[in-house]
């Protein structure tokens, strides 16, 4: 239960965060950190505009999107204790029902005949693609070391002893930031600041959408980032008692929305073409870490 | 009870030589009913733990015909029985377009009663002559059901293509019974036992294998997938579902089959149908990515989810092989419910393609668009099959998945340096395939269903009507049912996977991945997610009660004018994968660029192409044909010179032993010297 509660509280102020970082490395004084929230309650008041050529499809989208993203936080531990739910093989079931969510987000977009959007779809489907077989490699990795197939049992057996858990701690945690980024549809993959339609990926499929669908799609993508940001927190939280363990979990937060504001003010987005090899390159990453696992085992004799 | 379903086998057929077309339908509707009820009640007894044997006498040339329904075959009589059903009920009513084909019609029913007779045949005979000649019916019944629209010379040359083809196959699984046989001296599968029992493991690993590349045929494993992309197209949509959903299912059959009649080495043949079914399921989904034709790309969706069920199968049986209890357990099991999952999804998504070809007239994707508001309960039919397809939540597809990604997992605990490698590359494949699969079937419904039509404006559109709908929710029913009680389907198939487990020494060391509480947790989170869904939309409702709720034209970035043309199309949709994916994809383009100043009209045109047919089929094709070209002057069209062949043939054949005996005589001359 707890998980939830700090994940949903994480997510309220995650992206403000991340603003704030961006307009101060800019030199900003830039809005509070509760402004995107106060922007999506705003939406939640207001009326709609649906175009003509979308269906039903258009209308049960953003719904189903904002619940597959709840779902799965329901099954992120916070340290020592569990999520609300945990059972073997919950990890497949967390990146499959996300995989529902992008499903349902991609032919919303179709739905509207933009060919803006269908573009954006594309590249979202095509990238989100990519970055699955890192997040399975990178878990299956951490199920081998640990012998536990849950996040629960991953997380609080997983103690970072050596030095060589540690960098694959590291490591992990960037598998993890990258794939956050990739999910989330921010730089380097995607830049959500851009105004031209044919550079947008995310931003240019949720065109269409106005009022309370808007404002679900923002949110689950605040929490998408806070579910994230607590898998990272977990990896380091371990056998914590509750409230300093909660304290680390929001301290480590605050540094990850933090790191994501500074790449985003310092990085420029790749170009389109290059998107898919760097996607690409996060899966060798997560066979880095699969070979450091089995060092680590002493499976090569 | 044989001999009551042979009766009322034969005497439908006399019935349908002999009334007129709406009977013909009606007859063979009602006998695929009691055929399919009296098998599928035996089955479900035998699921429920009775024994189900009778000998029948049969002749001296092939011995005692054994009829066996174990648990196995049970459930693959039961997932025949569904589709048939199903599809008898959907093709009597996608007939109705066809009655003026009086013949025709009757040459369909005759061919769709046999296929029934011989599919559930096939999995329930033990006697290796006897199910040749049903293999043999099977084939040569789905080619007269394929060649149904004989008058386009495509469909033809589909049908000849698959006859060929799957007698390859049978040549293959006649090599290995005769081979048996004639070790033995007996066509019953109990000799297979005797004989690979008194062989060592490496000649019951040839054999199997042997019987793998046959039954691989008829399955669609890649390389020998070349037939299904076009016989699925050509076929009538309910044929394509049959075909799709069971027929190729029947060679998953032999093989499991066979894993159970012959001692082999399993991990090392499953190390074989492991990677050839990753290699099956990716090329697979790869090449469906980039089709236009909307039942071809179901076609190449086929031969990747018979990659997913040899991924499962595979699993199993290295799990025997490294005395894995849980591993083999939940490989057999994910494998036997993705063989019932497909073939429901799969029959799904061909009737929903062919209630859209009777509809708009044509497959192909790139013409199609919008018929979601014309067709709103084929289009969420057709929606509901591709998530399941996709193997997403909370769907049946996810389930068989699951079991088979625990297998996966659970293998880990068992595992050395070299599966350690295995395991990662068949992670990554089988995510791959996954996400491939989304990426294919968000193109195949937005392009086809979502935004607004294309090049189909001439035709009007209409729903289908009512009774060809009703099997399609008899599918959907069961898929749903599958995905929100899981519990029950896998309780049906722990007998069947008993089958495969219960003669081997299991390493109770080794720890288990608990799927079974698992699934559990995942029920009510599925109920949780239709529980949140329900609340969030009651939610909208309430907060924008009072709010305008407008409709305007889609945003076009300031152009207010957008026409339907200028919509993302299914090419441009994977025009990104499909650079990355050129150098393995086989794609012709043909392109008139705009040169001028005043452009004429642009053309541009893409023709996907699958290259392992190029190399492996055409290629030895244009070299056979080059080399029986050289001997072209001998067909020359003068009766005289035939004759002439005639007369050479019959010296050459009397004279040939003569000559070699005198040989022989020459050789022991000179040997004498």
Known sequence: ?301 | MINVLIVILLFAIITVLLVNTKAKGIITVLTVFVIAFMSSYVSIRVLLGENYEVLLSGTITFGKVPIIIDSLSAWFILTINFTLVTGAIYGFNYMKKYREKKNEITLHCIAFLLIHFALLGISSVQNGFIFLLLWELTALSAFTLVIFEHEKPETISAGINYLIQSHISIVFIMLGFIYVAFKTGNYGFDAIIDFSNHQSTLAGTVLFLFFFTGFAIKSGFVPFHTWLPYAHPAAPSHVSGIMSGVLIKIGIYGILRMLLLIKIDYTTAGYIILFMSLFTGVYGVMLATVQHNLKKLLAYHSVENIGIIGIGIGIGCIGLGEANRWMAILGFSGALLHTLNHSLFKSLLFYAAGNVLQAAHTVNIERLGGIIKKMPQTAILFLIAALAICGLPPLNGFISEFLIFGGLYNWLYSANLVSLIAISFTIGGFVLIGGLAILCFTKAFSIVFLGNERDITSVKIHETGAWQLFPMYMVVTLMVLIGLFPSFFISALQKPVKLFTNNIAFNSNIAQVRIVDSLQNINWLFFGLILIVLVILGLRKYFSRKKLIESGPTWGCGYSTPGSKQQYTASSYVRSYSKIAKPLLDIEKREVEIMKVFPSKKHYETDPYDKIERFFIDKPLTLINKITNMFVFLQNGQLQRYILYGIIFIIAVISLPLIFDKFIMVIHFFNNL
């Open chain 1, 1 to 301: 239960m707890s998980s939830i509660l700090l994940i949903l509280f994480s997510a309220i102020f995650f992206s403000g965060i991340i603003l704030r970082t961006k307009s101060i490395t800019s030199g900003r004084k830039g809005p509070g950190v509760l402004q995107p929230i106060k922007d999506v309650i705003r939406l939640f008041k207001k009326g709609a505009i649906y175009s003509e050529t979308t269906s039903i499809v258009f209308r049960i989208a953003p719904v189903i999107y904002f619940s597959t993203v709840l779902m799965a936080c329901l099954v992120i531990p916070f340290g020592s204790y569990k999520g609300i739910v945990s059972f073997d093989g919950d990890f497949i079931f967390f990146a499959y029902i996300l995989a529902l969510g992008k499903f349902f987000s991609i032919i919303s977009a179709m739905d509207t005949g933009s060919s803006f959007e269908g573009m954006g779809a594309s590249r979202e489907a095509l990238y989100s693609m990519f970055a699955e077989p890192a997040f399975f490699i990178l878990i299956g990795s951490f199920a081998l070391l640990t012998g536990h197939t849950s996040f629960y049992n991953i997380f609080s057996t997983l103690h970072l002893g050596s030095s060589i858990t540690y960098t694959l701690g590291g490591l992990a945690a960037f598998v993890l930031l990258m794939i956050t980024m990739v999910e989330n549809s921010r730089l380097p993959v995607d830049d959500p600041k851009t105004h031209l339609e044919l550079t947008m990926i995310h931003e240019v499929m949720i065109l269409d959408n106005s009022g309370f669908d808007l404002g679900l799609i923002l949110t689950a993508g605040y929490l998408k980032f806070a579910m994230f940001g607590a898998i990272i927190a977990d990896f380091f939280i371990g056998g914590l008692t509750l409230v300093p363990a909660a304290a680390l979990f929001i301290l480590i937060q605050i540094l990850f929305a933090t790191v994501i504001g500074m790449i985003e003010s310092f990085m420029a987005r790749f170009r389109m073409s290059h998107n898919p090899q760097f996607i690409l390159a996060l899966s060798s990453v997560s066979f880095l870490i699969f070979l450091g696992v089995l060092l680590v085992l002493e499976k090569f004799v």
